[in-house]
């Protein structure tokens, strides 16, 4: 499969573009990015081609990766479907709903597969776990803590102007979210959203099975605190998420399988585009009681 990336940032430059390089199943065929010095050189890197033109790398690949910020993912996302390219993408889909929901169409409507990266769910150890959990009946609670240091230390994502503006609760919220409903069902309420220090949120949500969870975002955490914990507690005890054993590469190589199956076989994957608008409606539910909105 010829696959091109969009994006030159460093999420782009320290995994995306390493995992599309690497990966046996693809050709990496292209970068285009906002920056063209930035393209040509990541291009260069790779030995691949620098495109001026992103409609020219998108008639030249099958499938096209997006590591462009979430509040430009969409209409990209929407583009290169309507140029009959499958998409591997990244979390969130979109900052709102309407564009999450713009891409399922677009997705619907040019028949191509799609898989969203949320990195969890394609580690090995925690993506067993999860599928192990699933099965198991009567979950009472889930708590999960998503504390990033992105703002406290010395990030390559601390510039970042999406995640300045929107934190912790669209960052790391989606990995959250792709953890638990999973295992404890769609979400049928947002019971609760509350701010905590700097840009930390708390939410307690109400599950489909009946169970409930909470969630503590951050992305300010102090670094000697920061990490990521889910613990559920049911019939059968207390289950904790285990840390995964490889790194991003790894995992979108993965997330790059998943999209090769799916295109293959016309069967959507778990963490489709339409999981991906699933957790962009949550997030914006949240946001909405966060800001006061939601009556």
Not at 260 to 277: N, Q
Request: aromatic share 6%; glycine share 10%; hydrophobic share 50%.
């Amino acid at each position: 499969m010829r696959i091109g990336l969009l994006g030159t940032g460093p999420w782009a430059r320290t995994a995306y573009a390493p995992a599309l390089a690497g990966h046996p199943g693809l050709e990496f065929t292209g970068v285009w990015g906002r920056r063209p010095q930035a393209a040509r050189d990541l291009a260069g890197r790779h030995g691949v081609r620098a495109y001026d033109d992103a409609d020219a790398l998108l008639a030249d690949v099958d499938a096209v990766a997006v590591a462009l910020p979430p509040s430009v993912q969409a209409e990209w996302a929407v583009r290169a479907a309507g140029a009959g390219c499958h998409l591997l993408l990244d979390k969130p889909l979109a900052v709102e709903v309407a564009g999450a929901r713009a891409v399922v169409e677009a997705v619907e409507r040019a028949q191509v597969a799609s898989v969203v990266f949320f990195t969890t769910r394609f580690q090995k150890e925690p993506e067993a776990w999860i599928d192990e959990q699933a099965a198991v009946a009567n979950w009472f609670t889930a708590r999960a803590q998503w504390l990033g240091a992105v703002f406290t230390s010395d990030s390559p994502f601390a510039a970042s102007p999406w995640r300045r503006e929107k934190g912790a609760l669209w960052d790391v919220g989606p990995h959250a979210l792709s953890v638990l409903l999973p295992v404890l069902g769609d979400v049928r309420r947002v019971a609760a959203a509350a701010h905590g220090p700097a840009d930390t949120v708390h939410l307690v949500l109400d599950h489909a099975t009946g169970a409930t969870s909470t969630l503590t975002l951050s992305l300010t955490a102090p670094p000697a605190a920061a990490g990521a914990d889910v613990e559920l507690r049911g019939e059968a005890g207390v289950r904790l998420l285990p840390r995964g054993s490889e790194g991003a590469v790894p995992a979108l190589a993965r997330a790059a399988d998943a999209l090769l199956t799916a295109a293959r076989t016309g069967r959507p994957h778990a963490c489709d585009a339409t999981f991906g608008l699933r957790v962009t409606e949550i997030l914006a539910t949240a946001q909405a009681l966060l800001n006061g909105d939601a009556g």
